[in-house]
Protein backbone atom coordinates (compact mmCIF):
# COMPACT_ATOMS: atom_id res chain seq x y z
CA UNK A 1 0.00 0.00 0.00
CA UNK A 2 1.45 3.26 -0.77
CA UNK A 3 2.14 5.85 1.65
CA UNK A 4 -1.03 8.33 0.56
CA UNK A 5 -2.84 5.48 1.07
CA UNK A 6 -2.36 4.50 4.82
CA UNK A 7 -1.28 8.08 5.91
CA UNK A 8 -3.99 10.26 5.33
CA UNK A 9 -2.75 12.94 8.11
CA UNK A 10 -4.29 15.50 9.00
CA UNK A 11 -3.26 19.02 8.54
CA UNK A 12 -0.02 20.29 9.89
CA UNK A 13 0.21 22.24 12.90
CA UNK A 14 2.78 24.96 13.74
CA UNK A 15 5.00 23.47 16.74
CA UNK A 16 5.06 19.57 15.19
CA UNK A 17 6.14 16.95 17.61
CA UNK A 18 8.84 15.29 17.11
CA UNK A 19 7.88 12.01 18.52
CA UNK A 20 4.05 10.57 18.47
CA UNK A 21 3.45 8.16 20.46
CA UNK A 22 0.49 5.87 19.47
CA UNK A 23 -1.80 4.64 22.66
CA UNK A 24 -4.89 2.89 21.95
CA UNK A 25 -7.10 2.65 25.48
CA UNK A 26 -9.66 -0.20 26.32
CA UNK A 27 -11.11 -0.38 29.90
CA UNK A 28 -8.29 0.66 30.96
CA UNK A 29 -8.98 2.75 33.95
CA UNK A 30 -6.99 0.50 36.47
CA UNK A 31 -3.82 1.08 35.25
CA UNK A 32 -4.08 3.97 32.75
CA UNK A 33 -3.20 7.06 35.35
CA UNK A 34 0.43 5.66 35.62
CA UNK A 35 1.06 4.64 32.22
CA UNK A 36 -0.02 8.82 31.02
CA UNK A 37 2.49 9.90 34.26
CA UNK A 38 5.57 7.93 32.65
CA UNK A 39 4.43 9.61 29.20
CA UNK A 40 3.91 13.43 30.87
CA UNK A 41 7.16 13.31 32.55
CA UNK A 42 9.32 12.35 29.54
CA UNK A 43 12.68 14.58 28.98
CA UNK A 44 11.69 14.57 25.16
CA UNK A 45 9.49 17.48 25.52
CA UNK A 46 8.48 17.67 21.26
CA UNK A 47 6.16 15.03 21.56
CA UNK A 48 1.98 14.18 21.68
CA UNK A 49 0.69 11.35 22.58
CA UNK A 50 -2.69 10.28 20.78
CA UNK A 51 -5.02 8.37 22.52
CA UNK A 52 -7.51 6.38 21.02
CA UNK A 53 -10.20 5.34 23.36
CA UNK A 54 -11.29 1.78 21.53
CA UNK A 55 -14.89 1.58 23.29
CA UNK A 56 -13.99 1.84 26.98
CA UNK A 57 -17.01 1.14 29.02
CA UNK A 58 -15.15 2.16 32.51
CA UNK A 59 -13.49 5.59 33.43
CA UNK A 60 -10.73 5.29 30.55
CA UNK A 61 -12.48 7.89 28.67
CA UNK A 62 -12.77 10.24 31.64
CA UNK A 63 -9.40 9.66 32.95
CA UNK A 64 -7.71 10.35 29.22
CA UNK A 65 -9.97 13.76 29.27
CA UNK A 66 -8.80 14.96 32.89
CA UNK A 67 -4.93 14.22 31.55
CA UNK A 68 -5.76 15.82 28.46
CA UNK A 69 -6.77 19.25 30.29
CA UNK A 70 -3.47 19.08 31.90
CA UNK A 71 -1.39 18.47 29.57
CA UNK A 72 -2.40 19.68 26.29
CA UNK A 73 0.30 17.69 24.04
CA UNK A 74 -1.78 14.42 25.32
CA UNK A 75 -5.12 14.25 22.47
CA UNK A 76 -7.75 11.66 22.99
CA UNK A 77 -9.94 10.38 19.82
CA UNK A 78 -12.94 8.08 19.62
CA UNK A 79 -12.85 4.57 18.11
CA UNK A 80 -16.21 2.36 18.57
CA UNK A 81 -14.99 -0.61 20.09
CA UNK A 82 -13.03 -1.88 16.41
CA UNK A 83 -10.44 -3.60 18.18
CA UNK A 84 -6.39 -3.00 18.39
CA UNK A 85 -5.63 -2.97 14.73
CA UNK A 86 -7.82 -0.36 13.73
CA UNK A 87 -7.13 1.92 16.53
CA UNK A 88 -3.50 1.41 16.07
CA UNK A 89 -3.97 2.64 12.32
CA UNK A 90 -6.17 5.39 13.34
CA UNK A 91 -3.83 6.72 15.56
CA UNK A 92 -0.90 6.51 12.98
CA UNK A 93 -3.26 8.59 10.95
CA UNK A 94 -3.63 10.87 13.37
CA UNK A 95 -0.13 11.25 14.39
CA UNK A 96 1.99 14.24 13.54
CA UNK A 97 5.52 13.44 14.35
CA UNK A 98 8.78 11.55 11.93
CA UNK A 99 8.85 9.27 14.83
CA UNK A 100 6.22 6.82 16.01
CA UNK A 101 6.20 5.14 19.79
CA UNK A 102 4.26 2.48 20.84
CA UNK A 103 2.83 2.03 24.39
CA UNK A 104 -0.03 -0.28 26.38
CA UNK A 105 -1.90 1.66 28.30
CA UNK A 106 -0.88 -0.75 31.26
CA UNK A 107 2.90 -0.09 30.86
CA UNK A 108 4.96 2.23 31.93
CA UNK A 109 8.11 4.08 30.06
CA UNK A 110 10.99 5.55 31.56
CA UNK A 111 11.50 9.04 31.68
CA UNK A 112 14.24 8.95 29.14
CA UNK A 113 12.31 6.44 27.03
CA UNK A 114 11.30 8.83 24.19
CA UNK A 115 14.59 10.85 24.17
CA UNK A 116 17.15 7.75 23.86
CA UNK A 117 15.44 5.93 20.90
CA UNK A 118 14.78 9.52 19.28
CA UNK A 119 18.33 10.25 19.52
CA UNK A 120 19.10 6.93 17.62
CA UNK A 121 17.20 7.09 15.02
CA UNK A 122 18.15 10.08 14.32
CA UNK A 123 21.52 9.12 14.00
CA UNK A 124 21.32 6.07 12.29
CA UNK A 125 19.04 6.80 9.30
CA UNK A 126 19.72 3.17 8.34
CA UNK A 127 17.60 2.16 11.02
CA UNK A 128 13.65 1.96 10.43
CA UNK A 129 12.44 0.15 13.78
CA UNK A 130 13.63 0.09 16.99
CA UNK A 131 13.16 -1.39 20.51
CA UNK A 132 14.70 -1.57 24.00
CA UNK A 133 15.15 -4.01 26.33
CA UNK A 134 12.14 -4.38 29.12
CA UNK A 135 11.49 -5.29 32.38
CA UNK A 136 8.54 -7.60 33.01
CA UNK A 137 6.52 -6.61 36.12
CA UNK A 138 3.90 -9.01 37.84
CA UNK A 139 4.78 -11.72 35.72
CA UNK A 140 4.93 -15.08 37.17
CA UNK A 141 4.98 -17.18 34.58
CA UNK A 142 8.21 -18.57 33.65
CA UNK A 143 7.87 -18.96 29.89
CA UNK A 144 7.15 -15.49 29.73
CA UNK A 145 9.92 -14.69 31.89
CA UNK A 146 12.46 -16.65 29.76
CA UNK A 147 10.92 -14.75 26.42
CA UNK A 148 11.48 -11.24 27.96
CA UNK A 149 15.29 -12.67 28.40
CA UNK A 150 15.72 -13.89 25.25
CA UNK A 151 14.10 -10.73 23.68
CA UNK A 152 16.70 -8.80 26.03
CA UNK A 153 19.39 -10.00 24.52
CA UNK A 154 18.50 -9.56 20.64
CA UNK A 155 20.37 -6.25 20.71
CA UNK A 156 21.01 -5.63 16.69
CA UNK A 157 19.66 -6.44 13.90
CA UNK A 158 21.54 -9.37 12.70
CA UNK A 159 20.48 -11.02 15.90
CA UNK A 160 17.03 -9.74 15.55
CA UNK A 161 16.87 -10.97 11.78
CA UNK A 162 18.81 -14.53 13.05
CA UNK A 163 16.19 -15.15 15.54
CA UNK A 164 12.91 -13.25 13.96
CA UNK A 165 11.42 -17.11 12.98
CA UNK A 166 12.11 -18.04 16.77
CA UNK A 167 9.36 -15.62 18.31
CA UNK A 168 8.34 -11.71 18.25
CA UNK A 169 12.22 -10.33 18.58
CA UNK A 170 11.05 -7.18 19.76
CA UNK A 171 8.31 -6.35 22.75
CA UNK A 172 5.79 -4.10 20.56
CA UNK A 173 5.07 -1.33 23.04
CA UNK A 174 8.78 -0.71 23.58
CA UNK A 175 9.07 -0.03 19.91
CA UNK A 176 9.86 3.41 18.08
CA UNK A 177 9.58 3.47 14.82
CA UNK A 178 9.79 5.69 11.61
CA UNK A 179 6.49 7.16 9.92
CA UNK A 180 7.75 6.45 6.22
CA UNK A 181 8.29 2.49 7.43
CA UNK A 182 5.03 1.96 8.96
CA UNK A 183 3.37 3.98 6.02
CA UNK A 184 5.69 2.22 3.50
CA UNK A 185 3.95 -1.34 4.94
CA UNK A 186 0.55 -0.18 4.81
CA UNK A 187 0.15 0.00 8.53
CA UNK A 188 -1.07 -2.96 10.85
CA UNK A 189 -2.68 -5.79 9.22
CA UNK A 190 -6.02 -7.79 10.92
CA UNK A 191 -5.90 -11.00 9.93
CA UNK A 192 -6.84 -12.38 13.08
CA UNK A 193 -3.22 -13.19 13.93
CA UNK A 194 -0.59 -10.81 16.16
CA UNK A 195 -0.30 -7.84 14.42
CA UNK A 196 3.06 -6.86 16.10
CA UNK A 197 4.85 -9.83 14.74
CA UNK A 198 2.93 -9.76 11.57
CA UNK A 199 4.67 -6.34 11.04
CA UNK A 200 7.96 -7.01 11.79
CA UNK A 201 8.14 -10.41 9.29
CA UNK A 202 6.85 -7.86 6.58
CA UNK A 203 9.32 -5.03 7.32
CA UNK A 204 12.49 -8.03 7.34
CA UNK A 205 10.88 -9.31 4.54
CA UNK A 206 11.21 -5.47 2.69
CA UNK A 207 14.60 -5.11 3.89
CA UNK A 208 14.24 -2.62 6.78
CA UNK A 209 16.90 -2.78 9.15
CA UNK A 210 16.54 -3.31 13.17
CA UNK A 211 17.91 -2.29 16.57
CA UNK A 212 17.41 -2.44 20.14
CA UNK A 213 18.58 0.22 22.86
CA UNK A 214 20.87 -1.84 25.70
CA UNK A 215 18.91 0.31 28.34
CA UNK A 216 16.09 -0.84 30.19
CA UNK A 217 13.62 1.84 29.08
CA UNK A 218 9.69 -0.38 29.66
CA UNK A 219 7.99 -2.25 32.54
CA UNK A 220 5.78 -4.13 30.52
CA UNK A 221 2.89 -5.07 32.94
CA UNK A 222 1.79 -9.04 32.65
CA UNK A 223 -1.58 -9.73 34.13
CA UNK A 224 -4.55 -11.98 33.23
CA UNK A 225 -6.91 -9.30 31.46
CA UNK A 226 -3.33 -8.61 29.20
CA UNK A 227 -4.60 -9.22 25.40
CA UNK A 228 -1.94 -11.32 24.73
CA UNK A 229 -3.48 -13.75 27.51
CA UNK A 230 -7.06 -13.58 26.33
CA UNK A 231 -7.30 -12.54 22.75
CA UNK A 232 -7.42 -15.34 20.34
CA UNK A 233 -5.50 -13.59 17.23
CA UNK A 234 -1.98 -14.12 20.11
CA UNK A 235 -2.52 -17.86 20.34
CA UNK A 236 0.71 -20.14 19.64
CA UNK A 237 -1.17 -21.80 16.61
CA UNK A 238 -1.34 -17.94 14.86
CA UNK A 239 2.03 -17.37 15.54
CA UNK A 240 3.30 -20.68 13.85
CA UNK A 241 0.79 -20.03 10.72
CA UNK A 242 2.31 -16.07 10.40
CA UNK A 243 6.06 -18.08 10.56
CA UNK A 244 4.37 -20.50 7.76
CA UNK A 245 3.30 -17.60 5.68
CA UNK A 246 6.35 -15.79 6.06
CA UNK A 247 9.01 -18.84 5.16
CA UNK A 248 7.00 -19.60 2.07
CA UNK A 249 6.82 -16.17 0.43
CA UNK A 250 10.72 -15.81 1.32
CA UNK A 251 12.84 -18.47 1.97
CA UNK A 252 10.84 -21.78 0.81
CA UNK A 253 10.22 -19.92 -2.49
CA UNK A 254 14.00 -19.74 -3.34
CA UNK A 255 14.55 -23.48 -1.46
CA UNK A 256 11.30 -25.93 -1.72
CA UNK A 257 13.62 -28.75 -0.49
CA UNK A 258 13.84 -28.50 3.24
CA UNK A 259 16.07 -30.47 5.95
CA UNK A 260 14.84 -30.05 9.67
CA UNK A 261 17.41 -30.33 12.66
CA UNK A 262 15.22 -31.92 15.32
CA UNK A 263 13.06 -34.87 15.11
CA UNK A 264 11.56 -33.92 18.23
CA UNK A 265 7.74 -32.96 18.34
CA UNK A 266 8.60 -29.49 17.37
CA UNK A 267 10.25 -30.93 14.07
CA UNK A 268 7.26 -33.12 13.47
CA UNK A 269 4.77 -30.36 13.26
CA UNK A 270 6.80 -28.55 11.04
CA UNK A 271 7.13 -31.29 8.63
CA UNK A 272 3.12 -31.77 8.37
CA UNK A 273 2.80 -28.65 7.69
CA UNK A 274 5.31 -27.94 5.80
CA UNK A 275 4.17 -31.24 3.27
CA UNK A 276 0.66 -30.77 3.75
CA UNK A 277 1.21 -27.35 1.61
CA UNK A 278 3.64 -29.29 -1.08
CA UNK A 279 7.23 -28.38 0.34
CA UNK A 280 9.80 -31.33 0.16
CA UNK A 281 11.24 -32.32 3.38
CA UNK A 282 14.06 -34.21 2.07
CA UNK A 283 15.45 -35.21 5.58
CA UNK A 284 15.71 -34.42 9.57
CA UNK A 285 18.78 -34.48 11.54
CA UNK A 286 18.82 -35.44 15.12
CA UNK A 287 21.53 -36.52 17.65
CA UNK A 288 19.73 -38.99 19.12
CA UNK A 289 20.98 -42.15 18.49
CA UNK A 290 17.90 -44.26 18.30
CA UNK A 291 16.40 -41.64 15.56
CA UNK A 292 19.69 -41.81 13.00
CA UNK A 293 18.60 -44.24 10.38
CA UNK A 294 14.66 -44.24 10.90
CA UNK A 295 12.12 -43.08 8.32
CA UNK A 296 9.95 -39.76 9.74
CA UNK A 297 7.07 -38.89 7.87
CA UNK A 298 8.65 -40.39 4.65
CA UNK A 299 12.35 -38.44 5.02
CA UNK A 300 15.39 -40.16 6.56
CA UNK A 301 16.65 -38.91 9.68
CA UNK A 302 20.47 -38.33 9.18
CA UNK A 303 23.72 -37.09 11.26
CA UNK A 304 24.93 -33.93 11.00
CA UNK A 305 27.55 -34.89 8.42
CA UNK A 306 25.55 -36.52 6.19
CA UNK A 307 22.94 -34.00 5.89
CA UNK A 308 25.76 -31.46 5.04
CA UNK A 309 25.42 -33.18 1.49
CA UNK A 310 22.07 -31.31 1.40
CA UNK A 311 23.87 -27.61 1.30
CA UNK A 312 21.45 -26.77 -1.53
CA UNK A 313 18.03 -26.96 0.77
CA UNK A 314 16.27 -24.99 3.43
CA UNK A 315 17.82 -25.97 6.92
CA UNK A 316 15.49 -25.12 9.76
CA UNK A 317 16.56 -25.54 13.27
CA UNK A 318 13.47 -27.00 15.59
CA UNK A 319 15.40 -27.54 18.64
CA UNK A 320 13.78 -25.84 21.86
CA UNK A 321 15.87 -26.92 23.92
CA UNK A 322 18.11 -24.18 25.77
CA UNK A 323 20.77 -23.59 23.98
CA UNK A 324 19.98 -25.82 21.55
CA UNK A 325 19.85 -22.96 18.64
CA UNK A 326 23.70 -22.74 19.30
CA UNK A 327 24.42 -26.33 18.99
CA UNK A 328 22.68 -26.46 15.64
CA UNK A 329 24.02 -23.58 13.98
CA UNK A 330 27.17 -24.76 14.99
CA UNK A 331 27.07 -28.35 13.79
CA UNK A 332 25.69 -27.10 10.78
CA UNK A 333 29.00 -24.72 10.32
CA UNK A 334 31.15 -27.32 10.75
CA UNK A 335 29.61 -29.68 8.06
CA UNK A 336 29.54 -26.77 5.47
CA UNK A 337 25.92 -25.83 6.00
CA UNK A 338 25.95 -21.50 6.74
CA UNK A 339 22.30 -20.56 6.52
CA UNK A 340 20.39 -22.36 9.17
CA UNK A 341 16.27 -20.51 9.93
CA UNK A 342 15.50 -21.27 13.39
CA UNK A 343 12.15 -21.85 14.15
CA UNK A 344 11.73 -22.64 17.76
Partial sequence: MARRDFLNRPQSRTSAPRVSVLLPVRDAAARLPECLESLAAQSLREHEVVAIDDGSVDASREILESAAVRDPRLRVMNSPGRGLVAALNAAAREARAPLLARMDSDDVSAPERLLLQATRLDNEPETAILGCRVKLRGGMAEGLRRYVNWQNELLDHDAIARDAFVESPLVHPSVMLRSSTLSA??????????????????????????GKLSEVLLEWRDHPGRLTRTDPRYAPERFFERKLAALQDGALARRPDVVIWGAGPIGKTWARALQARGHRVVAFVDVAPRRIGQTIHGAPCLTAEEAGTYRDALHLAAVGQAGGRARVRAEAARVGVADVIAIA
Fill in 185 to 210: LGGYVDDAGPEDYDLWLRALSAGYRF
